[in-house]
């Protein structure tokens, strides 16, 4: 359904090699450069940056790879919508969530899986921006992110739950029920998520909105490796509550609300606005609504 040369450019301009490219496409290297040669001329534009080896695509090149990333989106659509009329939705589900809202993600995916079993569903965490990308990039069927990071006209938005931000520590003094500033936060020794990752880039805009700097010794991309280095006692973190749905209620540690202020945001699903939509991105938005209306709400 669509052109092999096409997809021979697709390979290549996802392994950035010949060589790579053609053992994708289960070619030798001569017939996948030949074929693109054979586009060229099609086209009458060079497509690639020709050298002793790949140089990269030239702007055309690049224009070409945008429009076949469309065309094979689309050919892939085409099968699923062909294949659910014959014997039901199947896939792969391809689905990215950032590192905070993987506890809560399985209600989401356990909804889609009883709606639509022979559905293979792969979830990968990754930052707000590798996510967008990857659905840009059609790499993606659906994204799970902050509802400001969706704010674009080429995306469509589906909201999933609301969020609180809790300070956690080891069980001390203060009951759990107990708040606490966050001025008082930002005096305590932190270990935070990296600040490539949204929930971070929060963190950071409320400390500076209060003019406080906290004291961060220790950054990672990981939640669990936050949840074992609070638990050494050392540090105390920032999270969503949502969080200690990983380890349940974690044995001698405490999460405190966090106030003045009081912070919380809304995650939602979500995917390209293409017309017409994929059966699989469809389907994961029906099971997104299905949710309860309270689901994941912090009070």
């Given at each position: 359904m669509i052109a092999r040369k096409y997809l021979y450019l697709l390979a290549l301009a996802r392994e950035r090699h010949f060589g790579k490219a053609a053992e994708s496409c289960h070619v030798s290297p001569s017939t996948l450069s030949a074929a693109i040669r054979d586009l060229e001329d099609e086209l009458?534009?060079?497509?690639?940056?020709?050298g002793q080896r790949f140089a990269?695509?030239?702007?055309e090149g690049e224009c070409?790879?945008?429009?076949?990333?469309?065309?094979?989106?689309?050919?892939d659509d085409l099968r699923h919508e062909l294949?659910?009329?014959?014997?039901?939705?199947?896939?792969?589900?391809?689905?990215?969530?950032i590192p905070t809202a993987l506890p809560v993600v399985a209600s989401l995916t356990g909804a889609f899986a009883?709606?639509?079993?022979?559905?293979?569903?792969?979830?990968?965490?990754?930052?707000?921006?590798?996510?967008?990308?990857?659905?840009?990039?059609?790499?993606?069927?659906?994204?799970?992110?902050?509802?400001?990071?969706?704010?674009?006209?080429?995306?469509?938005y589906c909201p999933l739950w609301r969020e609180q931000l809790v300070f956690l520590t080891t069980s001390g003094a203060a009951s759990?029920?107990?708040?606490?500033?966050?001025?008082?936060?930002?005096?305590?020794?932190?270990?935070?998520?990296?600040?490539?990752m949204q929930n971070r880039q929060t963190i950071d805009r409320v400390f500076e909105s209060l003019e406080c700097t906290p004291h961060v010794g220790l950054e990672t991309n990981?939640?669990?490796?936050?949840?074992?280095?609070v638990r050494t006692g050392r540090w105390a973190t920032i999270l969503p509550r949502s969080v200690l749905g990983l380890v349940g209620d974690p044995s001698g540690m405490s999460a405190r609300p966090l106030v003045k202020p009081a912070v919380a945001w809304e995650t939602g699903l979500v995917t390209l606005r293409r017309e017409p939509s994929s059966p699989l991105v469809e389907a994961v938005l029906v099971a997104a609504r299905t949710l309860p209306a309270s689901f994941g709400k912090s009070e």
């Open positions: 009458g534009v060079a497509l690639v940056v020709r990269g695509l030239t702007a070409v790879v945008a429009h076949a990333k469309r065309i094979a989106a689309g050919a294949g659910m009329l014959r014997d039901g939705l199947r896939g792969p589900l391809r689905l990215g969530v009883d709606a639509h079993p022979a559905v293979a569903i792969e979830v990968g965490s990754a930052s707000t921006q590798t996510i967008l990308n990857a659905l840009r990039n059609f790499e993606l069927e659906a994204g799970i992110v902050y509802a400001h990071s969706a704010d674009a006209p080429d995306l469509k759990r029920d107990e708040a606490i500033t966050w001025e008082a936060a930002a005096r305590q020794p932190l270990c935070l998520l990296s600040r490539d990981s939640i669990l490796s936050l949840l074992a280095h």
